[in-house]
Nanobody
Framework: EVQLVESGGGLVQPGGSLRLSCAAS????????MTWVRQGPGKGLEWVSV????????SYADSVKGRFTISRDNAKNTLYLQMNSLKPEDTAVYYC??????????????????WGQGTQVTVSS
């Protein structure tokens, strides 16, 4: 009964900002690493960012580094992705996903076992 529900997507102009949220339930959210992945139109799944269970450690894809910030509020069972300086190439469906463990590394950070329905982000003028 793991559930991950993304929200906050929408249409924004290049250079704009959005904050995505992921409401988690059905598992011990505070004990698992979480990740954001995305899929652009006609493209494969792309890893975006990851955060460990305690929120102490984060990593980002080079394509979003310096523009996106991942965070979590374990008391609210919620994961966030702050997206600034958005570019048209950021257009995608963004998915919140649960990893299988508390920690991550460069080889397991895209190995998730559950994901949500996604939220559409469109960056266009």
């Amino acid at each position: 009964e793991v559930q991950l529900v993304e929200s906050g997507g929408g249409l924004v102009q290049p250079g704009g900002s959005l904050r995505l949220s992921c409401a988690a339930s059905g598992f011990a959210f505070s004990t698992y690493a979480m990740t954001w992945v995305r899929q652009g139109p006609g493209k494969g799944l792309e890893w975006v960012s990851v955060i460990n269970s305690g929120g102490v450690s984060t990593s980002y894809a080079d394509s979003v580094k310096g523009r996106f910030t991942i965070s979590r509020d374990n008391a609210k069972n919620t994961l966030y992705l702050q997206m600034n300086s958005l570019k048209p190439e950021d257009t995608a469906v963004y998915y919140c996903a649960k990893l299988k463990y508390s920690d991550y590394n460069s080889r397991n950070r895209d190995e998730f076992d559950y994901w949500g329905q996604g939220t559409q982000v469109t960056v266009s003028s």
